[in-house]
């Protein structure tokens, strides 16, 4: 079974940084594409940045310029790095991947890290 685990959430003024990290563990044959979505209280889930195998990447118009994803396929890992916060930004944060185990394919998410923008 493929488990996704985030850190790197917290508190964190506007105009500041955080950089989020996402392992995938367990016995994984391929990841294909990875990324980070986001939900705000009160609104739906969205996807905030992704990336596939080979490096290509899409952002949120919301976040283009400010955030960057990036991956390590040797440790099936993947980082977002998060400039510029706004207050918008505030949101629970979790890690998806699109991979085939055992099981087959299919999408796995992290268990959610909390990002707060706030002054």
């Known amino acids: 079974q493929a488990r996704l685990v985030e850190s790197g959430g917290g508190l964190v003024q506007p105009g500041g940084s955080l950089r989020l990290s996402c392992a995938a563990s367990g016995t994984i044959f391929s990841i294909y594409a990875m990324g980070w979505y986001r939900q705000a209280p009160g609104k739906q889930r969205e996807l905030v940045a992704a990336?596939?195998?080979?490096?290509?990447?899409n952002y949120a118009d919301s976040v283009k310029g400010r955030f960057a994803i990036s991956r390590d396929n040797a440790k099936n890992t993947v980082d977002l790095q998060m400039n510029s916060l706004k207050p918008e930004d505030t949101a629970v944060y979790y890690c998806?991947?699109?991979?085939?185990?055992?099981?087959?394919?299919?999408?796995?998410w992290g268990q959610g890290t909390q990002v707060t923008v706030s002054s």
């Open positions: 998806n991947a699109d991979l085939r185990n055992y099981h087959g394919r299919g999408d796995y």
């Open positions: 990336i596939t195998a080979g490096g290509g990447t």
